[in-house]
């Protein structure tokens, strides 16, 4: 889908040049890629700590039961 975007060229270029990339839109691309990765990692790292570990949970057992 064509799109035109009002990007400062001095940041494209930079990004273009310190990613490595031959085209504006590979640098595009891979920053839109950076940034939704990263912000799954955050909600993934958010998640931390907000349950409860059961110590007495024995994985291996689970594992195996799942094999059956």
Do not use: C, W
């Not at 494209?12 to 031959?22: L, M, N, P, V």
């Not at 590979?26 to 570990?53: M, N, W």
Request: without cysteine.
């Amino acid at each position: 889908m064509p799109t035109n975007l009002a990007i400062d060229d001095r940041l494209i270029e930079e990004a273009r040049r310190s990613g490595g990339h031959k085209t504006k839109k590979e640098a595009v691309t891979a920053a839109l890629d950076e940034y939704i990765r990263r912000r799954k990692q955050q909600r993934i790292l958010d998640l931390f700590g907000s349950f409860d570990f059961d110590p007495k949970y024995d994985y291996k057992a689970a594992r195996r039961s799942k094999r059956s």
